[in-house]
């Protein structure tokens, strides 16, 4: 659509692929997007219209509700000009790490509205939030920072996460159950694979930190999911479990990750042995036993508002 070209709502609607009602649900309730009005009340988009839209869809395909996808467009629109004149991610990347490190927690997260709402949760977890996560780690071990320093960031960093993972049990496809067995408190790396997995249609299903294995049976039960899922970077929380993990084993396919999980461990276990890269990891976990969760996974999901 050229620059300075407007187009009605019908064939907006065509050009974009979301219906004529449901723009006018976005809207009438969030207040985007934000069409001309002509004087007796025809709504006229605009190329900035259909950039926006696509943030949204975007977003929505990603996981997250319409009104947090709806915000995110709302930011990457409110600077345009900037995103063209730099090279984005080294640049969000850069002031990201800058915000963090001068405690600085609202321009963190402005930071991080920019880096979700312009790209993929896949390119912003890997390129950016695993990297420098892994990073601080480092540094703290080194003592060149201090413990509040890791501990702000990671807190930053771990709300934002769990603020994309609302929802994420929702849809169709094949069920996760995503815990850090006891003894294990460190759930970033847990989260960024739950949120690859979720991209890939699954449904999620988070316990968090420290979670005994009494309780993990428990939820088995309760969810009856596809895959148990467990993280951990420290290889004797799951030589603690791993007899207890032996009994619940044959109740759910189940996948232990992170550093610590080692192959004679998850031989022991009956567990597949998952990278400890949470992306990769997420790549490599298999959901279907047979053609029909398969074709589950497959099927479009239906547009919600």
Not at 54 to 60: G, H, K, S
Not at 148 to 172: N, Q
Not at 223 to 242: E, G, T, W
């Amino acid at each position: 659509m050229p620059q300075d070209s407007y187009l009605a709502i019908g064939e907006f609607s065509r050009r974009v692929g979301v219906s004529s009602d449901l723009l006018r649900v976005w809207e009438r309730r969030y207040g985007l997007p934000r069409p001309l009005r002509t004087a007796n009340g025809r709504r006229l988009y605009s190329r900035s219209d259909e950039l926006v839209v696509e943030a949204i869809r975007r977003a929505v395909a990603q996981g997250l509700p319409a009104a947090e996808a709806v915000r995110l467009a709302a930011t990457a629109e409110s600077e345009p000009v900037a995103r063209q004149a730099e090279p984005d991610l080294p640049a969000i990347e850069a002031r990201l790490r800058d915000a963090l490190s001068r405690y600085d927690e609202a321009g963190a997260q402005d930071e991080l509205d920019r880096l979700f709402g312009t790209y993929s949760v896949e390119t912003a977890i890997s390129q950016v939030i695993l990297p420098y996560v892994r990073e601080l780690g480092e540094r703290w071990a080194c003592n060149e920072i201090t413990v509040a320093d890791e501990h702000f960031a990671t807190a930053v960093i771990h709300g934002r996460l769990l603020s994309l993972a609302r929802k994420w049990d929702s849809g169709r496809g094949p069920s996760a159950l995503l815990a850090c067995p006891a003894g294990e408190l460190h759930t970033i790396g847990l989260l960024c694979f739950g949120l690859a997995l979720r991209a890939q249609g699954w449904r999620i299903t988070y316990l968090g930190a420290d979670a005994p294995t009494a309780a993990l049976a428990g939820a088995v039960t309760h969810v009856q999911p596809d895959r148990l899922v467990l993280a951990s970077v420290d290889a004797d929380v799951y030589h603690r479990a791993k007899d207890e993990l032996a009994r619940l084993a044959p109740d759910v396919q189940t996948a232990i990750g992170g550093a610590g999980a080692t192959r004679s461990v998850a031989t022991e276990i009956g567990a597949d042995l998952l990278s400890d890269d949470p992306m990769r990891a997420a790549a490599e976990l298999r959901p279907w036993s047979s053609d029909a969760t398969r074709d589950v996974l497959a099927a479009p999901v239906a547009t919600i508002e």
